[in-house]
């Protein structure tokens, strides 16, 4: 598959997608509240600032940023599906947001002035690019040069449960997302490596990185609660789900029981979640 193919499969995959997200974006965003606080406080938004957040879904983690710049400043909510970009404007109205702009944008392709933002986020997004590379390249341009930018991305599928337990259920019977390699191109293990990471960064003309490891945990009621979770979230996930039978369904539920065991705290489970935070300028 060629790079505009699959970009448009990654915007067709979560922009079926798209209402669940906005059905469950405070679950979301309570299980990744300490990541968004944690990205905002590191580009550091003042009044007046024009912020970018990447890939950003319905939108939480840039409305963090939209009540530190402020009614002189601006937030510029993107993503690439556009049923997120529609879930992040009606999140921003219901919330008397009118600092911020919500625009279908492909990251690696920004309609952007050079050096026009201050400060760029991105919560989960880099990592399911076809083209990080490119993506951060496009990130560089439109910052001024004082400008930062902080991101996180998902680490290790074995100490992401939250996600890899059923991700690797599927992949162990030969099902990965997309028909392909979740540790390749777009997959969702793709930039689970700090030098990754860095190596990319520096390609694209950043320095000062640092990066940092943000652990939490998603509780669960049930394997059922994680099972439909998963499947009514993940764009690639649910891909894969809708292309199997019944009955390797089934298998594939059986394993994750099995794996969800050892993550039993009481009457439910706590899968934690490892991400690896980066900061560039």
């Known amino acids: 598959m060629n790079e505009p193919d699959a970009t448009a499969e990654v915007r067709r995959s979560w922009d079926s997608v798209a209402g669940a997200w906005a059905e469950h974006r405070e679950r979301v965003f309570e299980g990744f509240r300490h990541v968004s606080e944690w990205l905002v406080t590191q580009v550091d938004p003042q009044p007046g600032d024009r912020v970018l957040d990447v890939a950003a879904g319905p939108g939480e983690t840039g409305f963090l940023a939209a009540a530190r710049v402020g009614a002189s400043g601006r937030v510029l909510s993107t993503d690439l599906a556009p049923g997120m970009v529609e879930a992040a404007r009606v999140g921003a109205i219901a919330r008397d947001l009118d600092n911020v702009e919500c625009r279908v944008m492909d990251a690696q ?49 074995d ?28 997959g969702p293990f793709s930039l689970a490596s700090a030098d990754r990471n860095i190596e990319l960064l520096k390609a694209s003309g950043f320095t000062n990185i640092d990066v940092h490891d943000l652990t939490g945990a998603f509780a669960f009621a049930d394997v059922d609660d994680h099972w439909d979770f ?29 794996a969800m065991e050892p993550h039993k705290v009481g009457d439910r489970y706590e899968l934690p979640s490892h991400l690896l935070g980066l900061v560039a300028s």
């Open 230 to 258: 998963q499947l009514a979230l993940a764009g690639p996930v649910a891909d894969i789900a809708a292309s199997v039978s019944v009955e390797e369904l089934a298998d594939v539920k059986q394993a994750l029981t099995a």
């Open 159 to 186: 100490s992401n449960a939250w996600m890899g337990l059923i991700m690797m259920a599927f992949v162990s019977r030969g099902h990965a997302p997309g028909g392909g390699d979740p540790f390749g191109p777009g």
């Open 109 to 157: 392709q920004m309609d952007l002035p050079d050096r026009s933002v201050d400060a760029a986020i991105s919560r989960l997004g880099f990592m399911l690019m076809p083209d990080p590379a490119q993506a951060f390249g496009e990130v560089r341009r439109v910052l001024r040069p004082e400008g930062k930018l902080a991101y996180a991305v998902i680490g290790t599928p």
